[in-house]
């Protein structure tokens, strides 16, 4: 298990023998055969592809279902790091809650001087339609997924927050059913905290959140954009193991002031949609004119309290990288604390002095696109050739504020199971907070992404990322 | 339940029940081939497969492996084997909340499996392995279904999408054959060409039990009544109607609404039911399966609209 001096590996901490919470983890491995657990691993893959878990590539019409790799060997979070991250994560998710709350109403925090406000009037995620909206509950970001590295033994860093539809939590909830069916009894030696109950917890949340006319029956929907998009699985898993209905648009009209669905018996209302569809295809009336995938008039029924939709339209202005690097800002403005959770430093480089600094030190820094996600239409600059630098140096040139600029983060390391053994591969965590008036719940871990290739530091399954399952270990 | 998952359902197991017996027009079209190679049985497959249009302006001119390969494989043929397979599939995806993890992983297994057999041309010599991977892959299918689901509105809808493909199939198969079947004058009673006999008998697998309930003689008559009107054959047009109602009846009965597809499903059912042979042959047995197919492909039409599949 060989360490790299320059990262934090999460198994040998760069010390003498496992850390704490890989102890009884590796006494197991140690007693295990390598070429029983590569088969092991060859196993997953059959069972993964048997129970259809794949993700459709954009723009690769062949081969268009593909699997995310798994990696066996799990990601073990202690409990006690577990419940600092959790108090981190909540105050986060409450203050995004306030923040979206205060900018579609009376936007003190702009008032107040703590965020320019250009950054929110000239923000494309920012939705005029949803000022004076009140959604039920309170509520607008029911689903949060927060993304955290860590780069130390104390230090862990927030690198994006995903208000608006996070995916992944179907591969957090399928590694674990994977791990328990291939080494049972690694379960019985090693205490981890069950991550099962996401489904009926999710289920919960949302039916806490019924709109000012709700049905009687507390119908819940999951809005799928269909079986040709990235992450379809997820959306009928999620919708099976709920017990909900999946629908499309094409499934849904309005009809007396509700949407409803059309059912083998006529069209039934629905209280509550999960919707995996963006804000700007939502709804042709009111958004994008040309989408086929939302429903006309769905925003209207919300406006007048006819539907909860989650998350909440308009939540895209709390993730948006830009306002990324006013988040500790932020969550002090409304929590009145320091946040507990670490921001990256950010330069914003719209600002002339930021944009100064970061083309001058191009090739150390990560440069990421305000809008964009996937790791698409991203620069890691130490990784970069001398060409993609230079495009790179041009369009910061062309339009600075579209972007802004981190440190290369060292992302720290958990190994993986290669050919020749163990090997130190580099890890972030997306944790899952369900927010509802019932307060905020989160299911101990989260998806862990690891990039697969030695030395890079790019997690992402569209640029070959794999996942890991993550353990919270129980209390001592 | 939604009206698209319905829909869904009802498809699923359409494109199954036809992969089957495109598989099984296939095994009998190729055994026929092989004991009597001057034979022409593949034109009348192709017609039963309704792809004899299509085959010719993609091939011209009949020969086995390229029929074959249409039949199997081809990704232009929307009744290959293939194309079911995966429409099956496609379908299960959209209805994968109305499923069992058995169902999908048993439908989704057989696509997989069944594409890579599919991959490549299938020589001659590997086709009985194939065919039989196929037919037990749909056994597979049919096992989860049974073992492992609800016995609710979308059972029903499944069994309905099978029992009216498979209706459609044997009336097809009996149609393509009707003039074997017509007794010319004298010809009553007599025995009949045997490939041909052995043909529709063989497309549906009913060669052993036909046997075993005529005792091995083999009329027109008697082939027809045992496709048509016999209630123990469970490919057979009356065994398959009888279902297809006690599944709308289901429906009916949970959902507490009756809709047009309840009385066609009634009439065709009691017509199955009282209908003899004899009357067929006297009124014209291909006139019969002509409106017969009329019937089922309008009953079709009113299950999709009385249940809303489409928006």
Known sequence: ?476 | MLGKTAGGLFWMFRYLERSENTARLIETGFRIALTRPDGDEWTSVLQTASAADSYRERHGEIEQSAVIDFLLRDKENPSSVYNCIANARQNARLVRTALTREVWEAVNETYLEVSKSLARPVAERNLPEVLGQIRQYSALVSGALHGSMLRNDVFDFARLGTFLERADNTARILDVKYYVLLPSVGQVGSSLDNVQWETILRSVSGKRAYAWLHQGKVTPMGIADFLIFDPRMPRGLRFSMSKIRSNLAMLENSYTDRHHCHDTSERLDRMLQTGKVEEVFEDGLHEFLTEFLNDISRLGHEIETDYRFHG
């Open chain 1, 1 to 476: 298990m060989s360490g790299n001096t320059e990262f934090f590996d999460e198994l040998d901490g760069g010390g003498d023998g496992p850390r704490a919470p890989y102890a009884a983890y590796t006494r197991w491995f140690e007693g295990e055969n390598l070429k029983d657990l590569q088969r092991k691993s060859i196993e997953a893959e059959t069972f993964f592809r048997r129970t259809g878990i794949t993700f459709n590539v954009y723009g690769q019409a062949e081969a268009d279902e593909r699997l995310i790799p798994f990696d066996i060997v799990p990601r073990i979070i202690s409990a006690r790091e577990w419940t600092r991250l959790t108090k981190g994560i909540e105050q986060r998710v409450r203050a995004i809650n306030a923040f979206l709350h205060d900018i579609y109403h009376r936007q003190e925090i702009l008032r107040a001087g703590r965020v320019p406000v250009d950054l929110i009037a000239r923000n494309e995620a920012f939705l005029p339609q949803m000022i004076g909206v009140e959604p039920p509950g309170g509520i607008y970001t029911h689903i949060t997924g927060i993304d955290l590295v860590r780069t130390g033994e104390n230090d862990f860093y927030v690198l994006e927050d995903n208000a608006r539809t996070p995916s992944g939590v179907s591969y957090m909830l399928e590694n674990r059913e994977t791990m328990l069916q291939m080494f049972p009894e690694l379960f019985s030696k090693v205490k981890v905290r069950p991550v099962s109950d996401y489904p009926a917890m999710l289920r919960r949340s949302l039916g806490a959140c019924m709109p000012v006319n709700a049905s009687g029956d507390e119908t819940v929907a999951v809005l799928t954009p269909g079986i040709h998009n990235s992450a379809y699985f997820e959306h009928a898993f999620l919708a099976d193991n709920m017990g909900v209905e999946l629908v499309e648009g094409t499934d849904l009209r309005v009809q007396n002031g509700k949407i409803c669905m059309r059912t083998t018996r006529g069209y039934r209302p629905v209280d509550v949609v999960y919707r995996r569809v963006d804000d700007d295809f939502l709804d042709p009336l009111n958004f994008n004119p040309d989408s086929l995938l939302g429903v006309p008039g769905i925003f209207d029924v919300y406006r007048a309290g006819g539907i909860t939709i989650a998350n909440a339209p308009g939540t895209g202005i709390a993730d948006d990288k830009a306002i990324y690097s006013y988040m500790p800002d932020i969550v002090e403005f409304y929590t009145g604390e320091k946040a507990i959770l670490k921001n990256v430093p950010t330069w914003r480089c719209s600002d002339k002095e930021s944009l100064a600094y970061v083309l001058d030190h191009l090739d150390e820094l990560v440069v990421k696109e305000v809008h964009g996600s996937g790791g698409y239409g991203m620069l890691v600059g130490p990784a970069a050739s001398k060409k993609d630098l230079n495009i790179f140096r041009k369009k910061l040139e062309a339009k600075p504020g579209n972007y802004i600029a981190q440190p290369t983060l060292a992302l720290s390391t958990v190994p993986i199971l290669t050919k020749a053994g163990l090997a130190p591969r580099h890890v972030d965590l997306r944790p899952f907070a369900l927010f509802s008036p019932r307060g905020v719940e989160i299911t101990p871990g989260g998806l862990t992404r690891v990039a697969l290739k030695a030395g890079s530091l790019v997690v992402n399954s569209s640029q070959g990322g794999g996942t890991k399952d993550t353990w919270v270990l129980e209390d001592g």
